[in-house]
Structure formats: C-alpha cells, structure tokens
C-alpha cells in the first residue's frame, strides 16, 4: 500500500487560514522561531509539501537551505497577507538553474 503524505501551511493567522477550507493543514505562527520550530516538527512527520510565507521565509534563509535539496518535505514559498515578495519566483528560478544549468524563465 502507498504512504499517504500531508501537505501543510505555516504563516500568519491571516494568510493560512483560508487553506483550511481546501482541506491543508494549517500552522498559524507569529515569529519566525515558530516557524522554524513548526517546520523542523513537521519535516519529521508524514509532511511531503510546505508552503510557507514569503515573509516568513525572508527571516529563516538557514531553513530553507537545510531542506532546499531534500525529497521531503519540500517547502514551496507563497505570498502572504502583504502580496508577493518576490522571493518564491527568485527560488523557483535557481531551482530550475540548478537543474537544467541555464536560465530558462
């Protein structure tokens, strides 16, 4: 039989709970030493996919490079209540970098 994987969301109360209603589970965190403490939590659970706050993850670079190359969990950056930093698209292209060799966005 398959493993069955969840997938979670950590952030601010306002962003995440909307994704509540999809059915994800939801972490609701104020610092970004919750988020990291809840992110190490969850690594060590059943979790396949993160997605985190933009905003969050600008204050924990050191989180992010820890699973940056781990199957799972896979940590996907979102926007948050305040819009898009920019961040999550800037990983997503040196994701892509890395695995192709070129830039191809």
Known sequence: MA?????????DWDS???????????HPV??????REEIKRLAKTDCAVIYLTETLA????DVLDRYKDELRPAIILIPGREGSLGIGRDN???A????????IL
Not at 4 to 11: E, F, K, L, R
Not at 16 to 26: K, S
Not at 58 to 61: E, F
């Open 3 to 11: 493993a069955t994987y969840s997938i979670a969301v950590v952030g």
């Open 16 to 26: 995440v709970m909307g994704f509540r209603a999809l059915g994800l589970e939801t």
């Open 58 to 61: 600008k204050a924990m670079p």
């Open 92 to 94: 997503i292209q040196r």
């Open 96 to 103: 892509i970098e890395r695995a192709v060799g070129a830039d």
């Open 30 to 35: 104020r610092t970004p030493d919750q988020a």
